[in-house]
T-cell receptor, first 112, second 115 residues
Framework: GENVEQHPSTLSVQEGDSAVIKCTYS??????FPWYKQELGKGPQLIID?????GEKKDQRIAVTLNKTAKHFSLHITETQPEDSAVYFC???????????FGAGTRLTVKP | DTGVSQNPRHKITKRGQNVTFRCDPI?????LYWYRQTLGQGPEFLTY????????KSRLLSDRFSAERPKGSFSTLEIQRTEQGDSAMYLC?????????????FGPGTRLTVL
């Protein structure tokens, strides 16, 4: 089955700096890669996703890149703000999306 | 869409008791998923439904766990004879692949504590 590894487990940046979180996956059948943000006491909220036919996707301050050959994908947050502080999870899923596997999460802290 | 809702938000029970959680998906979402999340970990897939049919179950779903979605709308997850190791956040998500994007939207979760 799929195995998703996520690094780093914790990340602390100064407000305004960029943050990068990286994930690797093992199953070449995976073709859908979402990123979720989870705040304390809440369920994960989708912030951006990418499919295998695209190498990069951007939404305002958030971007995701995918390298299918190397089986890794990354989340980039630019101009970080204190409200970006949360736990971020990457995930990978096969086409039918019935067995999504999550990374262990990255706790991002943005210092004002 | 009002979002995915889950009840109760918190449940404290004694070891050996049975508990049941409810999930109401986003209306018209035909897929519903259950996950378990322990502290410091990502959600782990338990099972999923397409309409009322339970199509896949993880090995994590022991015989003490049962999930239903009788009318293809809300779902319940029951844990029988709870154990301390069952303490976790139980998350529900729903999606609608018919709309072209099979994005899973999560509810707030039910936090279970087994004493």
């Amino acid at each position: 089955g799929e195995n998703v590894e996520q690094h780093p487990s914790t990340l602390s940046v100064q407000e305004g700096d960029s943050a990068v979180i990286k994930c690797t996956y093992s199953d070449s059948a995976s073709n859908y890669f979402p990123w979720y943000k989870q705040e304390l006491g809440k369920g994960p909220q989708l912030i951006i996703d990418i499919r295998s036919n695209v190498g990069e996707k951007k939404d305002q301050r958030i971007a995701v890149t995918l390298n299918k050959t190397a089986k890794h994908f990354s989340l980039h947050i630019t101009e970080t703000q204190p409200e970006d502080s949360a736990v971020y999870f990457c995930a990978a899923s096969p086409y039918n999306n019935n067995d999504m596997r999550f990374g262990a999460g990255t706790r991002l802290t943005v210092k004002p | 869409d009002t979002g995915v809702s889950q009840n109760p938000r918190h449940k404290i029970t004694k070891r050996g008791q049975n508990v049941t959680f409810r999930c109401d998906p986003i209306s018209e979402h035909n897929r519903l998923y259950w996950y378990r999340q322990t502290l410091g970990q990502g959600p782990e897939f338990l099972t999923y439904f397409q309409n009322e049919a339970q199509l896949e179950k993880s090995r994590l779903l022991s015989d003490r766990f049962s999930a239903e979605r009788p009318k293809g709308s809300f779902s319940t997850l029951e844990i029988q004879r709870t154990e301390q190791g069952d303490s976790a956040m139980y998350l529900c998500a729903s999606s609608s692949p018919d709309r072209g994007r099979d994005t899973q939207y999560f509810g707030p979760g039910t936090r279970l504590t087994v004493l």
